[in-house]
């Protein structure tokens, strides 16, 4: 049958059929969708775990067990998870075993742009790399079974515009796969020198049989015409969007990117004088045609960072003499207003940067929703690296701001999923070596959800909604591990929030805070809206600064001076903004 | 081939419209291909989809200069869009506006002029949405009245497109979003 599905879905579904068993995962744009879409196939364990690390030693569980595996997360989850992962590629894998990578070239949200081929190459697994729907089913399956086959983890890299974009897919039914159970065997599954020796030849040996095989596997396409001297080497949605151009070229498409065929590669470069690689981000296939020896082209024809549209391959080909004439286009996309991104109406963060801003204190921040505090806007949160980093990197700058004379007090904040993902670790480590001259205040968002990625549950969410099961109480579990200046604040009680700001900054110590106003959107809070009284209003902009989105300037009728007006569309009924007014302008509707 | 491109902002729901359009197409026995802007920018930020419909699709992108019609949910956003329009296309401009922070802030002014013209060289088509949506008895319907626009000018038949929104709207707000199209299919 066919339908149409994400590449996300898609992956899903090629994990279903191909009779997986157990998937596990961290959310992460792009891949957030995968795990979501297997909860519907009842025939599959899943589970977002508290990390990625987590996810993947879960997965692993399973496939040590001799049952279809996979782990999915966005490229920089594969950080969290690459301690365990480089050393079970040493195992033979016993039930196949995908790791699925979403990659963000461009980054439209994420840190940073590193291409995971490179740490797939690293782990010594062989790579799929798929450029559309069909494909990302049909390569999760061929995955699985190579996985099987050479007794290797595989990695499935896909790219964002691949993760979202929807194509036709054909479905099939699922192939049961039996459990095989587990047989214990130390020179397979531990690895204890001198059981780690072995493996190191055996990763090379199963590469190589990998290699062999990239000669003929139907997924690397060979689409030769006639009276060419050039082929394009690509894979993924760079083929697709190659033949939007429809070049004059030779095509070699790569559905395994690594490793490659070195016969077939050589038989290649004698018969085509000009070849030219085709990939986005790194220089990774091209690098690996120059490891050979095989002279080509590439990254001085497109960019390294950032999509490569139908345009950009364009101009890289004119540079050839592949396509003629494409004429200077137009940015897609016109200079006019920007629109950054803005905490919801009636958002739970937004009180507590309001407070920090006025308090003018240096502000760590980490990354969540609570990382639109660094934008413009809001100018009120100054550091922003990896998920967890706020913790460390508070400590350390603490430490040598006592030591250089600088009392100034430290604030940091974060989310409760960022804290049980990796936060909890550092502050652990925040009870060593405690100075009577610290000043870390660390505020914990308690929004009861992972809400920057769509709102999926974590470790304490239990205790807000029944849907979840965890319930893990923060405030106790700091108490447990020592931490004794930890207090709860109702941040919709601006007064209290203040105060509670500038009683722990204004003392030396290490404190808690934690807020405990769960995310507006996902919990879909809505109370009767605020309206402003333009009598009252005397245009001071407070509110205005508060960023709400219903909240604006306004012209009404019969007074000159513009005052304030909120949209009672948008309007969730929060109450900050009245909270911040100082004349009592805005007022509760009945 | 149709390509069509869908912007707004975060929050407004144009995944669901992709999905619509993609279903439809493959209702219709048509080749699709789509885009969805999914990430940071879904709080209140800029956000777009697309839809390419034919009888074979190779690359979800719209070529720059090849979008036939232009969906803009909001009008500032369709501005943003113009440079991917060919010449005559369509633009379906949702009157209400969402103002963003520099705007919000008295930064920036909301670019109303440029929003006007381009009427000059694209066949623009206005419409409160949300207002129609209201109507229809459900604000939130206020994406299936421009997709009901978007329906008049697609080689799709109406029943199917009927079809996909029924299986897509939960079924208390299936009267409010029928109605919504068809507010939408017969717009002026
Ligand atoms: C290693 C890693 N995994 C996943 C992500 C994707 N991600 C971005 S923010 C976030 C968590 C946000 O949750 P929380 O800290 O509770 O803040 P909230 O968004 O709820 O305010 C995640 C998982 C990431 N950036 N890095
Ligand atoms: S999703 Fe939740 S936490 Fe994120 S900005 Fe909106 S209300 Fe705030
Ligand atoms: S009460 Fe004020 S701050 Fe809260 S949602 Fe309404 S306008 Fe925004």
Not at chain 2, 42 to 71: C, F, T, Y
């Amino acid at each position: 049958m066919k339908s149409v599905m994400t590449g996300n879905q898609a992956i899903a579904r090629g994990f279903w059929e191909a009779g997986g068993r157990l998937a596990a995962s961290y959310p992460g744009s792009p891949t957030v969708e995968m795990l979501e879409s297997l909860k519907d196939y009842d025939e599959i364990y899943s589970e977002f775990s508290v990390n990625e690390k987590v996810a993947l030693e879960v997965a692993m569980g399973a496939s040590f067990y001799g049952a279809r595996a996979m782990a999915s997360m966005k490229h920089v989850g594969v950080n969290i998870a690459a301690d365990p992962l480089m050393t079970f590629t040493q195992t033979k894998i016993n039930g196949g075993f995908v790791l699925v990578s979403g990659d963000d070239p461009g980054m439209a949200s994420s840190q940073n742009e590193q291409d995971n081929r490179m740490f797939g190459k690293f782990a010594n697994m062989g790579i799929l790399y798929p450029g559309n729907s069909q494909e990302a089913k049909d390569y999760m399956k061929i995955a699985l079974e190579m996985s099987e086959n050479f007794q290797m983890p595989m990695l499935l890299d896909i790219t964002s515009r691949v993760c979202h974009s929807r194509s036709m897919v054909d479905t099939g039914t699922r192939v049961e796969k039996e459990i095989s159970g587990f047989s214990p065997d130390r020179e397979k599954y531990t690895m204890l020198p001198p059981h780690t020796f072995k493996p190191q030849h055996e990763m090379k040996e199963r590469m190589e049989k990998l290699s062999e095989t990239a000669y003929d596997i139907p997924i690397n396409q060979l689409f030769e015409k006639e009276g060419t001297d050039t082929l394009i080497v690509t894979s993924g949605l760079m083929y697709y969007n190659l033949l939007e151009l429809d070049p004059d070229v030779s095509i070699y498409k790569l559905g395994m990117v690594y490793p490659l065929s070195e016969r077939r590669m050589r038989e290649l470069a004698d018969k085509y004088s000009k070849i030219i690689v085709l990939e986005e981000m790194m220089p990774f296939i091209e690098n690996e045609l120059t490891l050979l020896g095989i002279p080509c082209r590439g990254k001085d024809l497109f960019s390294f960072t950032g999509e490569l549209h139908i345009e950009d391959i364009g101009k890289g080909l004119e540079k050839v003499g592949i396509i003629e004439g494409s004429e200077e286009l137009e940015a897609p996309r016109v200079q006019t207003v920007p629109r950054p991104p803005m905490f919801c109406a009636g958002c739970p963060h937004r009180p507590v940067f309001d407070v920090l801003k006025k308090a003018k204190v240096r502000v760590i921040g980490d990354i969540g929703c609570y990382s639109m505090a660094a934008l413009d806007q809001w100018d009120a949160s100054d550091i922003m690296i990896s998920m967890g980093a706020s913790v460390g990197i508070t400590k350390g700058m603490n430490k040598m701001m006592r030591r250089n004379g600088d009392q100034a007090p430290l604030v940091s904040v974060i989310g409760d999923g960022t804290f049980f993902h990796s936060g909890m670790t550092g502050f652990v480590n925040l009870l060593h070596q405690m100075d009577e001259d610290d000043n870390m205040t660390f505020i914990i968002l308690e929004n009861s959800t992972t809400a920057m990625t769509g709102g999926q549950h974590n470790a304490s969410s239990g205790n807000f909604t029944q849907t979840d099961d965890m319930k893990v109480d923060v405030e106790a579990m700091l108490r447990a591990i020592g931490f004794t200046n930890v207090r709860k604040v109702d941040q919709f009680d601006y007064k209290a929030m203040k105060e509670a700001v500038k009683e722990e900054t204004g003392r030396n110590g290490t404190s808690v805070i934690i807020t405990t106003r769960p995310c507006a959107l996902r919990f879909k809070i809505r109370e009767k809206n605020f309206y402003v009284d333009p009598k009252v209003c005397i245009g001071c902009r407070t509110c205005v600064k508060t960023n709400c989105p219903p909240i604006r300037m306004k012209e009404y009728q019969g007074i000159d001076k513009l005052k304030s007006f909120i949209d009672p569309d948008m309007c969730v009924g929060c109450s900050v903004c009245a909270q911040v007014c100082p004349v009592g302008a805005i007022k509760r509707s009945q | 081939m149709k390509n069509i491109m869908v912007a707004g902002v975060g929050g407004q729901g144009l995944v669901l419209a992709t999905k619509i359009m993609a279903e439809a197409a493959l209702k219709a026995g048509l080749d699709v291909k789509t885009n969805d802007v999914v990430g940071l920018s879904q709080r209140g930020g800029m956000v777009w989809g697309s839809a390419r419909i034919g009888k074979e699709v190779h690359s979800p992108n719209i070529p720059v200069g090849e979008a036939d019609i232009l969906l803009g949910m909001e009008p500032l956003e369709a501005l943003r869009w113009k440079g991917l329009l060919r010449k005559g296309a369509i633009v379906v401009i949702n009157e209400k506006r969402t103002y963003p922070s520099s705007v919000l802030l008295e930064q920036a002014e909301y670019p109303e002029k440029e929003i006007g013209d381009l009427e000059q060289d694209y066949v623009v088509i206005r419409v409160d949405a949300v207002r129609e949506a209201k109507e229809a008895g459900n604000i939130k319907a206020a994406n299936t009245v421009v997709l009901g626009i978007l329906a008049r000018h697609m080689d799709i038949d109406r029943e199917v497109w009927e079809e996909v929104l029924l299986e897509n709207v939960p079924p208390k707000a299936m009267d409010a979003n029928i109605k919504a199209f068809n507010i939408g299919y017969e717009y002026q």
